[in-house]
């Protein structure tokens, strides 16, 4: 069955994360994507030796940020500063629907793939402008990589403990939010282009994707002026909504908010009863109150086992109460529920074999979302991609010639 964009053409002019991911993301749903990398050069994350100090580069010749950023997606490789360049690049335009880059406006206008001009030639053309602070303010220009936005943005400071230093995520967490809010603005579009038949700029922006992700903060924020604190394990005023350490050293993870419907169950799960009719920790008031000895009982409790003692405890009890594990990413990749789920799916790659993928975060019963094929060589597609826009081998031969190609 065909995706959601099948025949739907999109033309990445894009750099790092925040934007290449847009192109995994439609690849995903249906789309050709084709990526317009700088001729012998290439995307500069080709390059990228490590990340957090985790080593890129693979035996097969591959560097993994890029594989990543660059699923689903046909390269061409092509010299925009050269008149042949541009001229090739109008003529894709020209047989495309979506455009999107993560370059300044600045640098897009100066070789002629602003708005105002791609626009002239495909007046049905979506445009999407992916930046890291947006089009306006003062900070607009400011060159903007996922950790720094990452800061900017309060998320640092929304994770982690109360009174302590800031918290940095790895994973390219702002870049991808930032892809997520960027497709979703191009299908808006695509949809409006549908119905009344006219293409359109749409912006996104990092700082407020990931402003976005902190929405409940923001509105509480907005509304009383005072953001929500942060986290503090040892001083959390509800207790069923903290994290305890096991015998095992794995944590464990309360988040029941209706503590006072679960707490008769609770005691008895984690065999606190003698506390259930404790004058202290009565009612969910009086547990706030308390909450300092409370989590002191409850620490020493939760490590008398270990974690996996603790869930056949309560799934042999088959307790209401929300809990869970506290996973790092390498713990998901065999999780029975990531993998029944579709979560994560088995993808055979023409270099690496079997291996297993993030699916698309949406499921489609009629047009499914997946993904379509490994990230390109430099310019694997260029001659491919020439020839389904009008240009002729001889073409071809003498763009190679003159280096434009």
């Known amino acids: ?46 390059g990228t030796k490590s990340l957090y100090g985790t080593a890129l580069d693979t035996p097969q010749g591959r560097n993994l940020l890029f594989e990543s950023a660059n699923l689903n997606k046909r390269s061409l490789a092509l010299d925009l500063n050269k008149e042949g360049g541009k001229k090739i690049f ?79 995520i790895v994973g390219a967490i702002v870049d991808t939010q930032g892809a997520l809010m960027t497709v979703m603005g191009i299908l808006g579009a695509l949809f409006v282009r549908e119905s ?19 929405y409940t903060n923001f509105f509480i924020t907005l509304m009383r002026g005072r953001e929500l604190a942060r986290h503090s394990r040892l001083g959390t005023k509800n207790p069923l909504t903290n994290f305890y350490r096991c015998k095992d050293e794995k944590w464990l993870l309360f988040a029941e908010i209706q503590s006072d419907r679960y707490w008769s169950e609770f005691c008895d799960a984690v065999g606190i009863t003698e506390h ?13 109150e308390n909450t300092a000895e409370l989590i002191v009982i409850l620490d020493r409790i939760i490590a008398s086992k270990t974690r996996e003692q603790w869930l056949d405890i309560f799934k042999s009890k088959g307790v209401g109460f929300a809990y869970e594990v506290i996973n790092s990413v390498s713990d998901l990749i065999d999780d029975r529920q990531m993998l029944e789920s579709e979560i994560i799916v088995p993808y055979e790659h023409a270099l690496f074999g079997d291996v297993r993928l993030l699916n698309f975060p949406v499921k489609f019963n009629a047009t499914p979302a997946e993904v379509k094929s490994h990230a390109p060589e430099l310019g694997q597609h260029t001659e491919e991609v020439l020839l389904e826009i009008g240009y002729s081998w001889e073409d071809i031969s003498r763009l190679s010639d003159e280096e434009v190609i």
């Open 196 to 214: 009344k038949g006219i293409g359109q700029k749409i912006e996104a922006s990092m700082l407020a994707g990931m402003s976005w992700l902190q």
């Open 90 to 168: 109008y003529r894709l335009i020209e047989h495309s629907d979506i455009f999107y880059t993560n370059y300044f406006e600045d640098s897009a206008s100066k070789i002629g793939l602003d708005y105002q001009n791609l626009s002239k030639h495909n007046s049905r053309l979506i445009y999407a402008s992916a930046s890291g602070y947006g089009s306006k303010g003062p900070d607009r220009s400011k060159r903007a990589f996922d950790p720094a936005v990452l800061a900017r943005s309060g998320m640092m400071m929304s994770a982690g403990e109360r009174g302590q230093p800031p918290v940095q």
């Open 276 to 288: 259930r009719d404790d004058e202290r920790f009565s009612d969910s008031m009086k547990r706030r």
């Open 1 to 46: 069955m065909a995706g959601v964009l099948e025949g739907v053409r999109a033309v990445e002019w894009a750099a790092f994360g925040n934007g290449p991911i847009i192109g995994v993301l439609l690849g995903n749903l249906g789309a050709d994507v084709i990526k317009i990398e700088r001729r012998l050069i290439g995307d500069p994350t080709r």
